[in-house]
């Protein structure tokens, strides 16, 4: 394991490590979580292009910033994924208040069931999950939706998604209950259907 220089900070009488990086240690410490990152943006943006946009921007903000990482107080993953969160709906708020010519909107058959897709994430997202899975997950709200997946797919802990989404650690408790709640309810027929529960 990699060991980091750290230095003692004292603030009224309470000593603090501080482990500043520099440039070459930060960019390698940094693209360990690249594929991490592609994984965030893909479900963020549900494009491959726009999900390489985001990876790019958020290293090219992270590596400006650098100097004001550190080590102890944050690491690196929610601090990188927290970057790029705020990349990403700042980015999304610009894009709504665009005008889009008509010519630019897709022209896209509605699926069999009348509604058109209405956004989330994408079942060929989803390798060998059940549609009524994915469906159920794009259901849920954004904010459920990401502090699910942070924690079930990438592992977060809870204190790294509160750190990523800047939101106090019982927040994400609470989210991650409702979520849950949630999929329980939009699932009740199919995990009666698949024997994972009793009617």
């Keep these: 394991m990699q060991s980091w220089p750290a230095t003692a900070i004292v603030v009224k009488g309470a000593v603090f490590l501080s482990m500043k990086l520099n440039r070459d240690q930060f960019e390698k410490l940094a693209l360990e979580q690249m594929d991490l990152l592609y994984r965030v943006a893909r479900r963020l943006t549900r494009t491959p292009d726009d999900a390489g946009d985001l990876v790019q921007e958020t290293f090219l903000r992270a590596l400006r ?99 990523a989404l800047e ?15 949630r999929l329980m309810e939009m699932l009740r027929d199919f995990a009666v259907q698949e024997r994972v529960m009793r009617e």
């Design 167 to 181: 939101i106090p650690m019982g927040t994400v408790m609470s989210r991650l209950h409702r979520a849950r709640q």
């Design 65 to 163: 910033a650098h100097a004001s990482f550190d080590l102890q107080e944050h690491g690196i993953r929610p601090w990188l994924v927290r970057i790029m969160q705020n990349l990403h709906f700042s980015r999304a708020g610009r894009e709504k208040k665009q005008p889009m010519l008509v010519e630019s909107l897709p022209l896209e058959a509605s699926p069999p069931g009348g509604a058109a897709d209405s956004g989330g994430f994408r079942p060929r997202g989803w390798d060998g999950m059940d549609e009524r899975l994915v469906r159920a997950l794009n259901e849920l709200p954004e904010e459920y939706k990401t502090a699910l997946l942070l924690w079930a797919v990438e592992e977060f802990t809870y204190k790294e998604i509160a750190d």
